[in-house]
């Protein structure tokens, strides 16, 4: 069965470096989702992008942050200067369809900022 | 704002017995749509069931099913016959027509199986 995946699984980072996240959705899927858990707490909704710009945004996904399909395969999520405070797990999902159908998960990247 | 609550952060059961996750929910929208996800240890997380708002049937799969009680704004998931597998992280998820395609998520309840 079709998997997203995403690279690294960890990533250990240096506060105010940037650092960018890289997920491969699934082939067909149009909608692609960036979510993010820091420890102890839900997880949150960062970002959708449906062809080729974003469609919806929280408020945790400011100008720090920034997204992007640069090939048609891979969907990045890129944090410009990091922040002690972005250390969580980031995961990509992918869907085929819009509102309301189930939204595949990738295993995640677990961010460490320093 | 919509919220979603699972009052339960662990949970055990003997194999082969039933159990049942809780979740509530919040919000003054009449279309949504409600999930659970599942996330095994070190993987990532599969959708277990979903229910559609509007549908006052209750969804099953399975093993699995939910006691979705709209007015009470309740979503809870029930595993019967209980299997070693099923030890996991469940999350109850939520999404709205007026927040499109965004996920709430609950803080999640760690079920463990015990043989």
């Known amino acids: 069965e079709p998997e997203v995946t995403q690279t690294p699984s960890h990533q250990v980072t240096q506060m105010g470096q940037e650092v960018i996240l890289r997920c491969v959705p699934i082939?067909?899927?149009?909608?692609f989702y960036w979510y993010r858990q820091i420890l102890g707490q839900k997880v949150e909704f960062l970002v959708s992008f449906y062809n080729n710009e974003i469609s919806e945004k929280s408020e945790i996904f400011d100008d720090q942050f920034s997204v992007e399909r640069p090939d048609g395969s891979n969907f990045t999520l890129k944090i410009r200067s990091t922040k002690l405070e972005d250390s969580a797990m980031y995961f990509c999902?992918?869907?085929?369809?819009?509102?309301?159908?189930?939204?595949?998960f990738g295993p995640g990247t677990r961010l460490t900022v320093t | 704002a919509q919220t979603v609550t699972q009052s339960q952060p662990e949970m055990s059961v003997q194999e082969a017995e039933t159990v049942t996750l809780s979740c509530t929910y919040d919000?003054?929208?009449?279309?949504?749509?409600l999930f659970w996800y599942k996330q095994p240890p070190s993987r990532q997380m599969i959708l277990v069931i979903r229910?559609?708002?509007?549908?006052?049937q209750n969804a099953t799969e399975n093993r699995f099913s939910v006691n979705f009680q709209k007015a009470a704004k309740s979503f809870s998931l029930k595993i019967s016959d209980s299997q070693l597998g099923d030890t996991a992280m469940y999350f109850c998820?939520?999404?709205?027509?007026?927040?499109?395609?965004?996920?709430?998520f609950g803080t999640g309840t760690s079920l463990t199986v015990i043989p």
């Open positions: 082939s067909n899927h149009l909608y």
């Open positions: 998820a939520f999404v709205a027509s007026n927040t499109g395609n965004q996920f709430y």
């Open positions: 229910q559609e708002a509007y549908k006052q």
């Open positions: 919000t003054s929208e009449s279309n949504y749509y």
């Open positions: 999902a992918s869907s085929e369809r819009d509102y309301g159908y189930e939204q595949y």
